[in-house]
């Protein structure tokens, strides 16, 4: 796991005279899977954006596996996955029909499409559910077959927004389980955003953490923890103590409105 996938190099995000990215630098491996941690507000967001090509930087750049977000968006996009945080599946399609229009966007040939479909829909155990309504189902299935949109074209890099958000614990794990399984098999890159602590701590090989559009931290967990120098440190005492706060005291109302929507909507 030697070779960067994920380059950013002095990378600067201003809005009006408000700068959200302050010129961060980091890397990530290939097949590393990679938490991105920060309060409401650190600019974490807005990185995530410029790297699925959502957004465009002030200066700096950011390559994934040698393509530039800037120079090249078009390319990124077809070699990214990405699963927001809000609902991206039709409650009024089947998954089969949802997955059909994702093969379609990505340009899957038609001779290939039924193949791919049935081999993610194997892959997350939804084969079963290929044809009913995705409104009828439960809030880990609903997360599953997102994460089966978005691998369908074998992305070498697979984004995620808080993608346990609402489920209970028992969903979040069944969703770990099918995401580090996509990593052994493809080799993909796992880039995700959490608001859990121990799921970060024990799913990640490194953790960034951003604060004031800054990247304070990178490193293991065990190494993050062990710059706090305190005894028996979990990976929110190290957070604390880069960023003087933890992610449960941060939020404003638009945060809190956004979350509980999500957790509404999966159930």
Request: aromatic share 8%; charged share 25%.
């Amino acid at each position: 796991m030697s070779e960067d996938v994920i380059v950013v190099k002095n990378l600067l995000k201003k809005f009006s005279d408000i700068v959200a990215v302050q010129n961060i630098n980091f890397d990530v491996k290939k097949s590393e899977v990679f938490a991105f941690l920060g309060p409401n507000g650190a600019g974490k967001s807005t990185t995530i954006k410029i790297l699925i090509t959502l957004l465009q930087p002030t200066s700096g750049d950011g390559t994934i596996d040698n393509l530039s977000v800037i120079d090249n968006p078009s390319g990124v996009r077809k070699i990214i996955g990405y699963v927001p945080q809000m609902i991206s599946v039709d409650g009024t399609l089947t998954a089969y029909e949802n997955l059909m229009l994702m093969a379609k966007l990505y340009d899957i040939p038609g001779s290939d499409r039924e193949n791919r479909i049935d081999e993610v829909l194997s892959f997350i155990d939804l084969s079963k559910q290929k044809n009913l309504l995705v409104r009828t189902f439960s809030g880990g299935m609903i997360r599953k077959l997102e994460i089966a949109q978005a691998i369908l074209h074998r992305p070498a890099v697979l984004f995620l927004d808080e993608p346990t958000s609402g489920l209970d614990p028992i969903a979040r794990k069944n969703i770990w389980k099918h995401l580090l399984e996509i990593r052994k098999i493809y080799g993909t890159t796992i880039f995700f955003s959490t608001h859990y602590m121990d799921e970060a701590e024990e799913v990640s090989d490194r953790v960034a953490i951003m604060h004031l559009g800054k990247i304070s931290a990178i490193g293991t967990v065990e190494e993050l923890k062990a710059k706090t120098k305190k005894a028996k440190a979990t990976l929110e005492d190290a957070f604390i103590y880069f960023t003087g706060s933890s992610l449960q005291e941060t939020g404003n109302f638009r945060d809190i409105r956004r979350t509980r929507e999500v957790e509404r909507k999966l159930g």
